[in-house]
């Protein structure tokens, strides 16, 4: 159950954070590997990008890859935050005294999020070419041609075989370490010292609320280079064998950004990842913690 509730969660916070998705990844393509001041900006900020997609490609782009977000939610976040809630559970979180340990639970976050991210790889992948995919006056990256998620993981298949649907599944493994133990870190940290003060009363939805508050702010900080990286990594045009003709891996991915757009390109789509990340950081933890809640009150 710990796992299903966990993938639920997830689900239903993508439903309301997809369109971000969908205008962060197109921000962090915009100029790829060029330096500023040298390419068209299609999207000024996040705003002027969502009425830009809407008015050229239609409303219904603004939920672009909505089918493999949904799924990789279910995959990654049910595997994620199900085998934490286990850890959890299971008092491998907390010190000899009783509280809470910052260390063993960022690397339980950390653990749980390499499983989730790296079995579905395969569909984030499918996901970035879908959401990159645009009409050719606002088109940014690669594009792809793929016409829904089933004939795009076919054709990669077919192609590339099973290395080809996990191309970019290694150089995509330190963003998750690093968004996950950072997340579920400050999340439980924060959740324990609140619940220690006594600010909100106890097994209060609020404290749930305030602490993925706390913790959205910390991951868009943290994870922010590694997202560009790694949306770049799975969406550069590949060879017939299906290798990347951009970048060789997440290093080099992140030395060529900060050496042809600045540091300032490693922080591209900062603004859509903020308000894409911080309400799904804040839904979906708040959505785990209260189904959690909900379960464990009417099976005991």
Known sequence: MDFLMSGLAACGACVFTNPLEVVKTRMQLQGELQAPGTYQRHYRNVFHAFFT???????????????????????????????????????????????????????????????????????????????????????????????????????????????????????????????????????????????????FPPKSWKVALASAMVSGIAVVLAMTPFDVACTRLYNQPTDAHGKGLMYRGIMDALLQTARTEGIWGMYKGLGASYFRLGPHTILSLFFWDQLRILYYTYTK
């Open 53 to 199: 997609i809407g008015k050229v490609d239609g409303l219904a782009a603004l939920q672009k890859g909505l089918a493999p977000a949904l799924l990789y939610q279910f995959l990654m976040n049910g595997i994620r935050l199900g085998t934490y809630g286990l850890a959890e559970a299971g008092g491998y979180l907390h010190t000899s005294e009783g509280n809470l340990s910052p260390s063993r639970s960022a690397v339980a976050g950390a653990l749980a999020g390499v499983m989730g991210a790296y079995l579905g790889s395969p569909i984030y992948m499918v996901k970035t070419h879908l959401q990159a995919q645009a009409a050719s006056e606002i088109a940014v990256g690669h594009q792809y041609k793929h016409q829904g998620m089933f004939q795009a993981l076919t054709e990669i298949g077919q192609k590339h075989g099973l290395m080809g649907l996990w191309r970019g599944a290694l150089g995509g493994l330190p963003r998750v370490v690093i968004g996950s133990s950072t997340q579920l870190c400050t999340f439980s940290s924060t959740k324990d010292l609140l619940t220690q003060w006594e600010i």
